[in-house]
T-cell receptor, first 115, second 113 residues
């Protein structure tokens, strides 16, 4: 089974609208961490947001929020008020395992923001 | 603070040649990682080093070796390059514990002909 599944290869969103990028994960660990990264066309990887498995509240960072549904093993990224600069690849990732060093990334979702 | 630096930025090798990708971080992070990124595959972990003096295999270690030279530096070596190793290689570092994100270098685009 895939550890991290991102089922949307590409998404379009109108500028200023909100968009949800889906991520489901698979782990048997009780303690794990979930991350979202952004990769613009320039290629660098930029950390956006983190959610711990024991965190009761959904994480938020500015216009980014993580919709964490533990029972469904989903960790969707919500971007509010989309901007043209949000056009990029978005990767969901999970830390698990001994020392939490085992890091698995999804295959990514390409988001395009339309003016 | 330079963050995570990688050299070289681009490299072309012939099949069978060897090379070492260099990575250094100046954030005093304990953990360092090497990933490869291929189209449609996302990032896959090659090797990681949880702390100075330790290294462990990730998801795709075959054909690679690593050295954690000191706390700052973590190198990736291809002993006999193969076309299947054509990829973009990213080095990353983190403080090491569960909640800490990884900081990535700019990547090395490697082509093996």
């Amino acid at each position: 089974a895939q550890k991290i599944t991102q089922t949307q290869p590409g998404m379009f969103v109108q500028e200023k609208e909100a968009v949800t990028l889906d991520c489901t994960y698979d782990t048997s660990d009780q303690s794990y961490g979930l991350f979202w990264y952004k990769q613009p066309s320039s290629g660098e990887m930029i950390f956006l947001i983190y959610q711990g498995s024991y965190d009761e509240q959904n994480a938020t960072e500015g216009r980014y929020s993580l919709n964490f549904q533990k029972a469904r093993k989903s960790a969707n990224l919500v971007i509010s008020a989309s901007q043209l600069g949000d056009s990029a690849m978005y990767f969901c990732a999970m830390r698990e395992g001994r020392g939490y060093q085992k890091v698995t990334f999804g295959i990514g979702t390409k988001l395009q923001v339309i003016p | 603070n330079a963050g995570v630096t990688q050299t070289p930025k681009f490299q072309v090798l012939k099949t069978g040649q060897s090379m070492t990708l260099q990575c250094a971080q100046d954030m005093n992070h304990n953990s360092m990682y090497w990933y490869r990124q291929d189209p449609g595959m996302g990032l896959r972990l090659i090797y990681y080093s949880a702390s100075e003096g330790t290294t462990d295999k990730g998801e795709v270690p075959n054909g690679y070796n690593v050295s954690r030279l000191n706390k700052r530096e973590f190198s990736l070596r291809l002993e006999s390059a193969a076309p299947s190793q054509t990829s973009v290689y990213f080095c990353a570092s983190s403080k090491g514990a569960l909640s800490y994100e990884q900081y990535f270098g700019p990547g090395t685009r490697l082509t093996v002909t």
